[in-house]
Nanobody, 125 residues
Framework: QVQLVESGGGLVQAGGSLRLSCAASGRAFSMYAMGWFRQAPGKEREFVSAISRNGGTTDYADSVKGRFTISRDNAKNTAYLQMNSLKPEDTAVYYC??????????????????WGQGTQVTVSS
């Protein structure tokens, strides 16, 4: 079992940057693909980014490509989301998630088994 704790959220002006962290408890962190999702008020949760077990490959939603960078440090059991050039529409609660078993190159939403509690990101205009 894996427990995930996000941190690094906050209030930032448009154009600014934030770095989210997702600390995982337990062993075998490197066996999990990691993902970031977000949910804005009144909207459904949406995929933001994913990273493979060894960090060698990454995937991004079109809305964040070129602005966000996902990474991981398996020695520290931590995944990161560097967010640059933030926009007001990036305002949401951001969640990290972990998937052990999945069929494709990246897990689907349903294949993420473990989720963090979320961290609020607010971008002011």
């Amino acid at each position: 079992q894996v427990q995930l704790v996000e941190s690094g959220g906050g209030l930032v002006q448009a154009g600014g940057s934030l770095r989210l962290s997702c600390a995982a408890s337990g062993r075998a962190f490197s066996m999990y693909a990691m993902g970031w999702f977000r949910q804005a008020p009144g909207k459904e949760r949406e995929f933001v980014s994913a990273i493979s077990r060894n960090g060698g490959t990454t995937d991004y939603a079109d809305s964040v490509k070129g602005r966000f960078t996902i990474s991981r440090d398996n020695a520290k059991n931590t995944a990161y989301l560097q967010m640059n050039s933030l926009k007001p529409e990036d305002t949401a609660v951001y969640y990290c998630a972990a998937a052990l078993l999945f069929a494709g190159a990246y897990p689907t939403d349903r294949e993420y088994r473990y989720w963090g509690q979320g961290t609020q990101v607010t971008v002011s205009s």
